[in-house]
């Protein structure tokens, strides 16, 4: 195989491992974003039951102050009730004695209600709490992860970066101003390789002829329809019959 055909087809394989080792950078701070937004969700779980606790707090001491002014209104009716000199006064003392013992009666449920409430909102708040802190210890393991692997994939870009700056010193100028000129208008895919008399990339036919001389693999023939640079990969039989 022509030698520079050779470094650029390792040249391509290179340029593409690097590339995808840089969407995977890329993508790490969505990730990391995403595992923000998991704590933020669980944060504002909390919040939420918290938010209930304080309103039902403010509902209750509300109904202990509506009870409280009740109480003592009835206690000051059964205080007016030995007070009264008449029958009349004595019923209509009477009538207001139960009204103010049902306000009372009503006011103490809705107390009840209220307690009742607070006993399953703190429990509530116990399960938020313990589910932001498990969200929390997982999050931080998966963001030291995400650190490690960012680190890895530096160092293999960067080891990726040496090792094409060496292998590009090895292509001739020509060979290599026209990989990086087709590489640049084909999204970064220069080399394409020829398959069954077809260019495997555009899926275009090639002409016989040249089809045939790409099969030798000793000069740097391009796709008529997408311009990149052309490779044959002879198959076994052809490998074993080319070494003999």
Known sequence: MNSDLQHLIHLQ????AAETVRRRVAEIPGAVGALDARIAERTDALAAVKDRIAASQAARREIEKDLATVQGR??????????VKTNKEY?????????????VREHEDRLLERMEEQEGLAAEQKQ??????????????EKQRLEAERG?????????TTERTGLAA???????????????????IALSEARDGLCTQCH???RPQVF???????????CDSCSRILYYVPTPAEAATRQQ
């Open 13 to 16: 394989e290179l340029d593409l």
């Open 74 to 83: 009835l206690s000051k009716y059964k205080g007016q009730l030995m007070e």
């Open 91 to 103: 019923q209509a003392m009477q009538h207001e004695i139960q009204t103010a013992e049902q306000h």
């Open 128 to 141: 938020a709490e313990a589910a932001l802190k498990a969200e929390q210890a997982e999050v931080s393991r």
């Open 152 to 160: 890895q994939l530096e160092r293999t870009l960067e080891q990726k």
């Open 170 to 188: 090895k292509v001739a100028k020509p060979a290599l101003d026209l990989f990086q000129h087709v590489a640049r208008h084909r999204r970064g």
């Open 204 to 206: 275009v036919r090639l």
């Open 212 to 222: 045939n001389e790409v099969r030798r693999n000793e000069t740097l023939h391009q």
